[in-house]
């Protein structure tokens, strides 16, 4: 009798314990390098299990889920499968096991490797390209990875950059990337990580010219840490733009605000999930669940996976069955299959099909699977920004698009699975965007279009008279924003344009070091893009990103046009000085004076010698005092005269009165020509060698302008010279705007030329009164581009957009419209061209004013002389008798008659 209830006893209990047993779901779970590193992985795990233990539709109250650990590391793919078959799968009776990348670094996709073995496996990382695994992937499909970053990249604009990775394994996922740069005109380096190598890569990417980073690694871990390096090591700084491939790489709040700091523009992605889901989660994890790393998100949510699998395959048996008892439902047919021993296909697993059934919401976003175990339905945020807004979301990549607007009731955004916003500062999805008014490139559209400032040819007579937004300006820029627009899809380039308040291009003070203008609304971001003819200059260059030029130009100067200068007209005096003309005058004087003496009281001399009667009667008056005064004028010009002097002493006068004339002449002659040419010297301006070579013309710029920025931090000599000149030049040479300048080259006179930029001056010298001129030449060369934030991808996307513009030739129809426009000032005839180099009537009027006195001179002299003879005409008696007295006398005397003196020297 006893011995029968000890049979029943044990009876009881085998029954008991193999009821308790055969109730109870195990879940394999292996822990690697990194996850087995102390308690905080596992306790993830565990909490994931007594989370589905809590809640009874996952399971009954007679099922209980329960956890299987094994720790492994090893270097080959065979160990870690042989580990995984022999003391998981056979030994321990699983359901399903989840295994993580780090139990074997440097072998290709445990988990995958693993699914042709046995199912159900749940892979926590990347996985491998085309690996054919059928493993349940909590981490997205390499291939979908693949096309998420050839989008993202696509989006950017990016021409260059550096793929930087660590495992060959992790570059091949990359494969995707990599043929696309062919058709995307990629220009591709890679880097890997090796043992300590990273400072020699930082080395060479400062000093390199590519700032675009693709960072992609195995781990997260890996990731954070070289990012720490980074920033240490000065290439996590303004300028560069990082991108990290890895998604949902965990960055602590501390570090992020020290990027922030750096101003470097960093971009990476998680996968989108509703944050209220975090309060409804228990855990005995004392970190936020927004703090976690991705990988733990990941291993949670595995869990949860399993239970609705479970779940699923439990509903799905009680309605095959109805009446089977509860209890011996689980595990049932979910035990994993032994793996093979050969090379034959193992048997799928009934809880297979059963995971797929159910989306749901998990710590890592939306969580389900499609074919060959990939995840699905889920959408990754672009995390993306610089300074205060680093942690900005951009946009969304739909896996399925039609999921996502089920789910959301709302309508994609985009005509591809990327949809994202490239705007920083701006509210909504509107880019703003500064300019200064400066015409041709910028000027408000409530201008007089009979207005002799706007060219007629882009008048546009339907224009709205009461503009508001964009419709306020008008301009090359405007045009051109346009065309980028048509290239960048309109929904990711809608934006607002706005003057700077200080109407200032942008310099740098010295002494605070802070920007004015457009540069300084860019680098304190209020505004997105600073877009206008801004010059791109290295210290700009280190402080913001430019664009790749929309236009070149360079540094040339605007004079008033020689013939509108107003010269002195009888500037033909200045080769000699005032007292040099009055001594010239003097000497004259005296000379005429002293030739009068010496014919009149020297005995060898024409009166003497008419008095003897050697001569005739007449010939005595040959050096009377009007007549020595004509002899000293006509001698002085080099012309010819009646008589000279007959004594020694007059010749020896002469000769001395000649070399003197001579000498005044030349030296008249030689000094003549820079004067009247002297308003066509600055035509000739060409170098800043000219310029200081020249001291007739002030020159300046615009002060705080790319002109003078060129000018104040060149290193060249003679650059260096005409910054010191217009740094302190007196009157200030400096001008506050464009408009400025040009005024004051009109008002000047000739006394002023203005430096600036090729482009601006041609619109202003090209209008009427055309009275302005550009020398021919280059001073210096060069080239307007967009700024943005440094680091910032709009930098490649508008660089894209220009390239494109210029293949298809819409850059140069812009400038011909804007720039090149028929001009009443460029149709001047051969002789206007050549007056520039000529002598012409504005050049010469002095001469014929002169001409004109002499003739109105003449004029007076002779009514003078016809009043005078009319008053008093000579006594014809007496005029008679003097001539019959001369005769009488000739003829008594002895000597013959003589002829009339010619002239001799």
């Known amino acids: 009798m006893t011995g029968r209830w000890i049979f029943l006893g044990t009876l009881f209990v085998v029954l008991c314990i193999e009821q308790t047993f055969a109730a109870q779901v195990s879940i394999g779970a292996m822990f690697g390098e990194e996850t087995g590193d102390g308690d905080r992985y596992k306790n993830i795990i565990r909490d994931a299990i007594q989370s589905i233990n809590q809640n009874v539709s996952y399971l009954s109250d007679l099922h209980l889920a329960t956890i299987s650990e094994l720790k492994l590391t090893t270097e080959y793919t065979y160990s870690a499968i042989q580990d995984i078959c022999n003391t998981m799968v056979r030994e321990r009776r699983l359901t399903a096991m989840i295994v993580p990348e780090d139990i074997c670094k440097t072998c290709r996709d445990v988990a995958g490797v693993a699914s042709h073995a046995s199912m159900p496996i749940f892979g926590l990382d990347q996985g491998s390209l085309n690996s054919g695994s059928v493993a349940f992937k909590m981490y997205p499909s390499p291939e979908d990875v693949g096309q998420f970053l050839i989008e993202i990249l696509d989006y950017f604009k990016w021409r260059d950059f550096i793929v930087i990775y660590d495992y060959e394994e992790i570059f091949r996922n990359l494969e995707p990337v990599i043929s696309a740069g062919n058709m995307y005109d990629w220009n591709i380096t890679s880097r890997q990580l090796t043992n300590d190598n990273f400072p020699f890569l930082a080395e060479q990417l400062r000093e390199g010219r590519v700032k675009n980073i693709l960072l992609y690694t195995q781990a997260e871990s890996t990731t954070y840490n070289i990012l720490q390096q980074a920033m240490k090591l000065g290439v996590m700084s303004s300028g560069y733009h990082w991108v990290l491939a890895n998604i949902g790489v965990f960055i602590d709040r501390t570090f992020l605000e020290r990027i922030s700091l750096n101003q470097v523009y960093l971009t990476r992605f998680t996968l989108n999930y509703t944050q209220e889901l975090n309060y409804a989660v228990p855990t005995t994890i004392n970190v936020p669940l927004r703090d976690w790393p991705f990988r733990e998100r990941l291993a949670f949510d595995s869990v949860i996976a399993i239970g609705h699998g479970v779940r699923r395959y439990r509903e799905r048996v009680m309605q095959q069955d109805p009446g089977l008892p509860e209890f011996t439902i689980l595990p049932g047919n979910t035990i994993m299959r032994e793996c093979p021993s050969d090379r034959s296909t193992p048997p799928e697993s009934p809880l297979s099909n059963d995971l797929q059934y159910y989306n749901f919401e998990g710590l890592s976003g939306n969580v389900a699977f499609g074919e060959n175990g990939n995840r699905v339905n889920y959408s990754i945020m672009v995390i993306s920004g ?161 664009s790749i030029p929309f236009m070149r130009s360079g540094i040339q100067v605007l004079i008033k046009h020689p013939s509108f200068v107003h010269e002195y007209p009888f500037s033909m005096m200045y080769p000699f000085g005032v007292e040099v003309w009055f001594l010239n005058a003097f000497a004259m ?98 170098t800043a060698k000219d310029l200081l070579e020249q001291i007739q013309v002030n020159y300046g710029c615009v002060k705080e302008g790319s002109t003078y920025d060129f000018f104040k931090n060149s290193t060249d000599p003679d650059y260096q010279r005409v910054w010191g000149y217009i740094s302190t030049a007196y009157p200030d040479p400096l001008v506050d705007f464009v408009s400025d300048g040009v005024r004051r080259v009109r008002e000047s006179n000739g006394d002023y030329a203005f430096l600036a930029e090729s482009a601006i001056l041609k619109y202003e010298a090209y209008r009427k009164p055309c009275d302005l001129l550009i020398t021919d030449g280059f001073i210096t060369r060069s080239m307007y581009g967009f700024a943005v934030q440094a680091g910032s991808p709009l930098r490649d996307q508008l660089s894209y957009a220009i390239e494109k513009l210029y293949e298809d030739g819409t850059m140069d129809k812009l400038e011909q419209r804007w720039f090149d426009y028929n001009s009443d000032c460029e149709r001047e005839t051969l002789w206007e061209r050549q007056g520039l180099y000529s002598l012409t009537a504005v050049d010469l009027q002095g001469v014929y004013y002169l001409m004109l006195i002499g003739v109105g001179c003449a004029l007076m002299v002779y009514f003078i002389e016809l009043l005078a003879f009319m008053l008093m005409p000579p006594s014809s008696t007496r005029r008679g008798k003097q001539v019959s007295d001369v005769r009488s006398k000739n003829v008594t005397q002895s000597e013959p008659i003589l002829k009339p003196q010619a002239k001799w020297l």
């Open 386 to 546: 610089q300074g205060e807004t680093i942690e900005q979301i951009r946009g969304e990549w739909a896996q399925n698009i039609e999921f996502w607007e089920d789910r959301w009731k709302s309508q994609w955004r985009s005509n591809t699975r990327m949809s994202v916003d490239a705007y920083r500062q701006a509210s909504e999805r509107i880019l703003k965007i500064v300019s200064i008014e400066q015409p041709p490139f910028l000027r408000l559209t409530q201008y007089d279009t009979d207005d002799d400032d706007r060219p007629v040819i882009i008048d546009n007579p339907d224009r709205n008279p009461n503009p508001i937004g964009n419709e306020r300006f008008e301009g090359y820029i405007m045009d051109l924003l346009k065309e980028i627009q048509n290239v960048i899809p309109a929904d990711k380039f809608e934006y607002e344009v706005d003057l700077v308040s200080d109407n200032k291009y942008g310099s740098r003070n010295l002494f605070s070091n802070e920007w004015t203008g457009m540069i300084g609304e860019i680098i304190r971001g209020r505004a997105d893009i600073a877009a206008g003819p801004l010059t791109i200059t290295e210290d700009r260059d280190s402080f913001v990103d430019f």
């Open 589 to 686: 004087a005296m000379f005429t004076l002293i030739l009068y003496c010496v014919n009149k009281m020297n005995p060898s001399e024409w009166r003497a010698l008419a008095e003897n009667g050697d001569v005739y009667e007449e010939n005595a008056d040959n050096f009377n005092l009007r007549n020595s005064s004509w002899f000293s004028m006509s001698t002085m010009f080099l012309q010819s005269y009646d008589a000279s002097p007959r004594s020694h002493a007059g010749r020896v006068l002469t000769g001395f009165w000649w070399v003197f004339c001579l000498i005044m002449v030349f030296l008249y002659g030689l000094n003549l020509s820079p004067y009247m040419t002297a308003a066509k010297k600055a035509a000739f301006i060409r």
